[in-house]
């Protein structure tokens, strides 16, 4: 089938090579000259692994092409994907002025007597395609029908999600948008569910709202093991995660186990715009979000968590060098948005410390957030932010953070305090450092098994 897609940002680009490697005739559409000419070359404009392969080799095959000229490649399709982003305003609700500026400019469009689909990729709250996107549809001088069709891709993993997706959700209220869109998926070989336009939202932000809970469901339990003495809830988790009903096929645990870990709190540009979003629609819906609203307030504390640590084992945090370990928002990822590490360095600078941080893979971000804060320096490795460091706190997962020995914390740091926002340092490496992990009560030590 013929696809148009509109914005070649993380979702566009991805939701792109995914159709047209499943056989689908797939024109990206951009804006900007420079995005297209990179596209056009192989290169994404951010980092995920297999996408510049996959552009590359689509592109070259003709399966894949990129444009700035949107009117043609609308004119030249079956199916149009809006890909746009939805940044939460200051209130939390989405802002949905670059999804209205998309879909204005493709309902201009052709009125050639040709039924399209206009399908909302998108994250939308429940209610958006129908009571935003439907009329101005049925007004368009065109012929249009209209669905919304979720994503579910995780940085990172986005070309195996998009790829071999678990399951296709599409929303629509007419039936010649359901028979496209199970056409066009149909060659995926994943289960698909067609339901209401509100039900597709819904379903959206309840997988995200899902893996938010998980996070702040564990963190409470790593604050409540805090106050315990000899509690180390690495050991909590583990037994948890033994639950036969955590596990799956051949005994494995499944990997939503994952999140159902203590730690400095979650972020990305999804789960805590979505939760936020969620929570603000409950609210105009007249309903108390309650245990939305707690799973935000604990991940928002998770920062402080870490700086009163810090605070108390210094004895205040005036002038001293601080070592930060970690910006992106998860490993594998250079990408920043709503961090973690942001709200722990701007915090710990607030309380006068000296921060210094790396990040193997965010360096440039590190360097534009903080350009004119002298407090704020961006080391070139591990070790040059740890060289005479009073503490340091471990906030991203990275791999080549769990590895650095007791040895090696010792002969740099000024005094070897290690805060482990990830539970990171494998418990035979915590001898010999003032260690301390999220979730520890006093006098706990992680047990063999728990540690990881
Ligand atoms: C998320 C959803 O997983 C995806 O389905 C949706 O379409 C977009 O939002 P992403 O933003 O890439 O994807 O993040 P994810 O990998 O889920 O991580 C979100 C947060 O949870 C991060 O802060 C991360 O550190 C934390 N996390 C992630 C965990 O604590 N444990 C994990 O195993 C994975």
């Known amino acids: 089938m013929k ?38 070359r192989g290169h994404a404009p951010f980092h995920e692994p297999g996408l510049t392969e996959a552009l590359t080799d689509l592109t070259s095959r003709g399966a894949l092409t990129v444009t700035d000229d949107l009117a043609a490649a609308v004119s030249d399709s079956e199916l149009v994907f809006i890909c746009v982003g939805t940044p939460s305003s200051a209130d939390g609700s989405i802002d949905l002025t670059q999804v209205r500026g998309a879909v204005a400019a493709v309902l201009a469009g052709p009125d050639d007597g040709q039924t399209r689909v206009l399908v909302l990729k ?7 395609t129908l009571d935003h996107i439907g009329p101005l ?37 007419s039936e010649e948008a359901a028979r496209a869109l199970e056409a066009l998926y149909e060659p995926f070989g994943a289960p698909i569910i067609g339901v209401s336009p509100p039900t597709a939202e819904l379903i959206k932000y309840t997988s ?29 988790f583990h037994a948890i995660h033994l639950d036969r009903r955590l596990r799956g096929a051949g005994g494995h645990p499944a990997p939503i186990v994952s999140y159902l870990v203590a730690g400095c709190g979650f972020g990305g540009s999804c789960l805590p715009k979505d939760i936020a979003a969620l929570g603000r629609l409950a609210a105009s819906c007249g309903i108390e979000p309650n245990l939305l609203t707690a799973v935000e307030e604990l991940n928002a504390s998770r920062a402080d968590r870490m700086i009163q640590e810090a605070e ?17 928002f998860k490993p594998d990822t250079d990408d ?14 607030r309380h006068g410390a000296l921060v210094h941080i ?27 932010a740890l060289r005479d460091a009073d503490a340091v706190l ?6 080549e953070f769990r590895h650095i020995s007791a040895e090696r914390f010792n002969a740099l740091m000024r005094t070897p305090i290690v805060i482990d926002g990830r539970g990171m340092t494998p418990p035979a490496e915590r001898q010999g450092l003032q260690y301390w992990a999220i979730g520890y009560g006093p006098g706990a030590q992680a047990s063999d098994q728990g540690g990881h």
């Open 3 to 40: 696809v148009a897609i509109i914005g070649s940002g993380y979702v566009g680009c991805v939701t792109g090579v995914s159709l047209a490697a499943h056989g689908h005739r797939v024109t990206l559409v951009d804006s900007s000259i420079e995005v297209v000419a990179a596209l056009r």
């Open 122 to 128: 998108s994250t939308v709250v429940p209610g958006t």
């Open 137 to 173: 549809a049925d007004s368009a001088p065109g012929r249009w029908s209209v669905a919304v069709n979720p994503e579910f891709l995780r940085e990172g993993q986005a070309v195996n999600d998009g790829m071999a997706p678990d399951r296709i959700v599409y929303g629509s209220e």
């Open 208 to 236: 995200n709202a899902l893996l938010a809970t998980l996070i702040s469901f564990s963190n409470e339990i790593a604050n409540i093991a805090e106050a315990l003495p000899g509690v180390a809830v690495e050991d909590v």
């Open 312 to 328: 108390s084992r210094l004895g205040g945090l005036t002038s001293r060098r601080i070592a930060v370990l970690g910006l992106a």
């Open 336 to 349: 920043v948005r709503a961090s973690p590490a942001i709200p722990i360095v701007n915090g710990l600078v």
């Open 358 to 384: 790396f990040d193997p893979a965010a360096r440039e971000q590190a360097l534009r957030l903080w350009p004119d804060e002298p407090a704020v320096s961006v080391a070139e490795s591990v070790n040059d």
């Open 394 to 399: 471990l906030v991203t997962s990275w791999p």
